[in-house]
């Protein structure tokens, strides 16, 4: 954090605590919000560490749009969709629910079956919509609430229908957030009226564009995070909202990294919510925006290197080809390709019926075609009944170093 905090100060020199307060929330660039922090008004101070941190976003995001302009489309829309699952795998891993990357990707393949009542489906598809840029209206209270019944409103009633909401549009009664050693660490706001008119300034302040929009979306997830208009849900609901914010005005890649770079930092992460839900803290959100910017430009630098280094590799081996059996034929040259990149960029590899519409080919001669790849250079994964395929590149390696 660019200052010490005010919780921290409290401590460390009580005699320069309320001066550095008055100084912080009566500075000139000090944005003020009209909510209360328990008992204190909430203000933000545009620190120099902010205005780092946005441009950094921005410029690593412009680094990222060139990267995946550069990448094969097939290479990037697997790679799209092997974050999509780890970020959910993830978002529930934070929150002590466990899925696997097979149950999410098995999910994701059968989207378009009726299968609304399997659980993690409408997480599963809420997150696609972060991929296609579908617009999710966030205009009201009641945009909120949708959001939530369509991510978990089956899977709550399956699992504990005594945690649906049971106001208007949210909780009606108290909810708190407890640690580990079940000790309360926060009590969610209550009443409902309270919670709803909470929220509406939340919506508010995200839409005021007089403000930086990354700025917006931080203030944003830590208000949702205070308030807790649910009984269960609410880390994932608010963590899709930003992933959701953010993939509309980043490349969209980074609506998929957000959980991901959150459970790597998550002590960070909480830390930040505790010292600004403190009264010490004297409502200063300012160390949770530090926070959570430093969380999305990290998450955009990781992607950035990911993407870079896939993008080398796969240059790389694209030179190594002609090494390989049967690369004399173009359509034996062009199967290695796409194996290549399924092996890079994908979870599980390329499937039969991509392989299809790819090489132009039927499924006959695509089959033939597999057959006629060494069994060490080729590998078989299976989800549900359906074979994908990607490359070995050990086996590569091996083959390049004789």
């Avoid at 002590?96 to 993690?120: P, V, Y």
Wanted: proline fraction near 3%; hydrophobic fraction near 35%; include cysteine.
């Amino acid at each position: 954090m660019s200052q010490k905090t005010l919780y921290k100060l409290f401590y460390s020199d009580p005699y320069a605590y309320e001066a550095e307060y008055e100084r912080r929330f009566n500075d000139e660039n000090t944005i003020h919000l009209d909510i209360d922090i328990g008992e204190h008004s909430a203000f933000i101070c545009q620190t120099p560490e902010l205005l780092r941190l946005i441009i950094s976003i921005e410029r690593t995001n412009n680094a990222v749009n060139l990267l995946c302009n550069e990448l094969p489309k097939i290479a990037l829309l697997q790679f799209q969709s092997r974050c999509l699952i780890d970020e959910i795998v993830l978002t529930n891993n934070i929150e002590g629910i466990h899925s696997t990357r097979r149950e999410i990707g098995e999910i994701l393949q059968d989207l378009s079956k009726d299968n609304k009542r399997k659980r993690f489906s409408g997480l599963v598809n809420k997150y696609r919509l972060l991929i296609i840029r579908e617009q999710i209206p966030l205009a009201s209270c009641q945009d909120i609430r949708n959001i939530y019944d369509d991510i978990f409103y089956e899977e709550i009633k399956s699992d504990d229908p005594a945690d649906l909401p049971d106001g208007k549009i949210f909780r009606k009664n108290s909810v708190s957030v407890y640690s580990k050693t079940e000790k309360e660490i926060h009590r969610g706001v209550c009443p409902e009226e309270k919670i709803i008119s909470g929220m509406e300034y939340a919506l508010k302040f995200l839409n005021q564009t007089e403000y930086d929009y990354l700025l917006r979306i931080a203030v944003f997830h830590y208000l949702f995070g205070y308030i807790h208009p649910f009984y269960d849900g609410n880390g994932r609901t608010d963590r899709f909202i930003s992933s959701y914010l953010l993939s509309q005005r980043l490349n969209k890649l980074i609506g998929c990294r957000i959980s991901y770079t959150i459970q790597e930092h998550i002590n960070k992460y909480y830390e930040a919510f505790k010292i600004c839900n403190h009264n010490n803290n004297r409502g200063d959100l300012t160390p949770f925006v530090e926070m959570f910017l430093e969380i999305v430009d990290i998450s955009m630098k990781q992607l950035c290197e990911a993407l870079a280094e896939r993008e080398e590799k796969l240059s790389y081996y694209i030179k190594q080809i002609s090494r390989l059996p049967h690369a004399e034929d173009e359509s034996i040259y062009k199967l290695y390709g796409l194996l290549i990149q399924a092996a890079l960029f994908s979870n599980i590899g390329i499937s039969q019926s991509e392989l299809e519409q790819q090489l132009d080919m039927s499924y006959n001669t695509v089959r033939s075609r597999l057959r006629r790849i060494p069994e060490d250079l080729l590998i078989t994964n299976r989800e549900g009944n359906r074979p994908y395929y990607l490359l070995n590149l050990k086996s590569v390696d091996s083959l390049s170093m004789k």
